[in-house]
């Protein structure tokens, strides 16, 4: 369960941009602490998690579940993380966002696990530009979707 906690988190953190410091400072933990979250190592309380939730601009939720409901998440690679710390992330993500009537931040970090999905699927590592490939191609759908009349 703390694995699924710190990818989610770090997940959420990468698309906002944020620095694991300027979280647990905002939070008022220690980059050590959240660091190990991220990692899947420690046992959060549910006040720190409250804590780094309102840091990152979202609300946390427990949530208790078997079985097929349960959601499997792929961890986020680092060079993913990169990306989307990024300018070009921050801006293809807008116009995706606009498009839609989105929230750019909610869309950003649902994005960013879709992206770790895909790259689980290649069975490899996947380089910067392997995730700016796969973000043009979400951008061609989304933008320029074609007529199937």
Known sequence: MEHEIGQRLRSLRAARGRTVAAVATEAGLSVPYVANLENGRGNPTLDALNRIANALGVQARVEFVTGASAEVRTPVPATLVRLGRSTRFRRDIALIAEANGADP??????????????????????????????????ILVTLHPRDRG
Not at 111 to 131: C, K, N, S, Y
């Open 105 to 138: 931040a909610t869309l950003a970090a649902r994005v960013l696990d879709v992206l770790a999905g895909l790259a689980a699927i290649t069975g490899r590592e996947l380089t910067e530009p392997d995730w700016h490939r796969l973000l043009d191609a979400l």
